[in-house]
């Protein structure tokens, strides 16, 4: 019998052993403990011994069987735990988000637009001015030859700052006081573009947004004419647009010009057919252009008997907008990843 036993035991360990999941073990467990197990008919036996005999070999019984039950405990424990784990690795969330590739912010489409521009100017000979954005009345209407109530101001939808005498002070509506700054802090000749941001209490519209930026051209030299204004916009429009983008001049009014003109550039979103981003017309307005008005001249002190010079200012935002053709400007404030990134 107790060859027997060790023979059952063996067994029945190695049985508890091959358990691979907390269910097959339970099932081995009934079979090597349970009623009909190995154990239980050498426990069956014991009757017919004697009874010292039958003490010594229950006694040895037990110790077998209480060995298995502990194992079957140790066991179970250890498939709980490996099944637990499984569980848990298969419901893991992974919130961590992976992108393609390293991601990298980029310049705005409206600064890539900003420096193209410039080199396109500063390849034909031009300094890159600045000056501030908040301005003086004097320079940005005054010295411009818009004197007080003139009704020129009123198409500049200006927005005033609470600052010194009321009406002194501005946000400037147009690039132009950059101008008069230049011309004021240095001498003929002047070829020279000013860059920056303006503001006026504009509608949003797919054309128009209340803050934008300009680029001013500022040319003085002894000779100039409107000739070498034309040819300059046309070049520049040619250089930045490429073939199959036209401008045009039309005849227009500004104080501190003269003669002036608008420039116009084929739309680029209909091709010239005309859209709603053109109103139809198949043009869209870029800036406006003039000879620099003697008056402007002798404000700054620079003698237009023996200088000359022309001026231009466009929108940055919409060269933007025409050379991706984007419908509506009011996109390139919003600040979405969608479109920003496409640039
Ligand atoms: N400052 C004008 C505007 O904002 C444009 C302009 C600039 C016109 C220079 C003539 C000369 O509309």
């Known amino acids: 019998m107790v060859d027997d036993l060790e023979h059952v035991e063996k067994q029945a360990g190695m049985r508890l052993d091959a ?4 269910e097959e073990l339970r099932a081995a467990e009934t079979e090597v403990l349970g009623k009909r197990s190995a154990l239980a008919g050498l426990h069956a036996r014991l009757g017919a011994l004697a009874p010292e005999e039958r003490k010594a070999q229950g006694q040895l019984l037990n110790g077998a069987r209480t060995r298995l039950s ?6 179970a424990a250890e498939l709980r735990a490996s099944e637990r784990a499984a569980r848990l690795e298969a419901e893991r969330l ?37 000056g501030p954005e908040a301005e003086t009345d004097w320079h940005s209407f005054e010295a411009l030859n818009f004197p007080k109530g003139h009704p020129a101001r009123s198409g500049f939808d200006t927005l005033y700052l609470d600052w010194g005498d009321p009406e002194s002070t501005l946000l400037r509506p147009h690039t132009s006081p950059v101008q008069i700054r230049v011309m004021q802090s240095q001498p003929p000749p002047i070829y020279s573009i000013m860059p920056g941001k303006v503001y006026r209490k504009d509608t949003p519209d797919a054309r128009h947004t209340a803050s934008f930026n300009q680029i001013e051209g500022l040319v003085v030299d002894k000779g100039i004419t409107f000739g070498d204004l034309a040819g300059t916009i046309e070049a520049f ?33 209909c091709a010239g057919a005309g859209c709603r981003t053109c109103s139809g017309t198949g043009w869209i307005e870029l800036g406006g252009c003039g000879m620099v008005h003697p008056n402007v001249l002798a404000a700054v002190g620079i003698d237009a008997e023996a200088w000359s010079g022309f001026a231009f200012g466009f929108g940055i935002d919409r060269c933007a907008q025409m050379r991706h053709g984007i419908s509506d400007m009011r996109i390139l404030l919003d600040n979405d990843i969608r479109f920003i990134s496409q640039f």
């Open 19 to 22: 358990a691979s999941t907390v």
């Open 237 to 269: 429009t040619g250089a930045y647009f490429g073939a199959g983008i036209h401008a045009r001049l039309r005849p227009a009014y500004f104080p501190f010009t003269e003669p002036s003109a608008e420039f116009e550039i084929t739309c680029a979103i």
């Open 94 to 130: 992974d919130l961590t988000e992976v992108l393609p590739g390293p991601r990298r912010g980029h310049l705005n489409l409206v600064t890539q637009t900003r420096d193209e521009l410039e080199d396109v100017f500063v390849g034909m000979g031009y300094t890159v001015s600045e």
């Open 70 to 75: 502990e194992l079957a405990a140790e066991r």
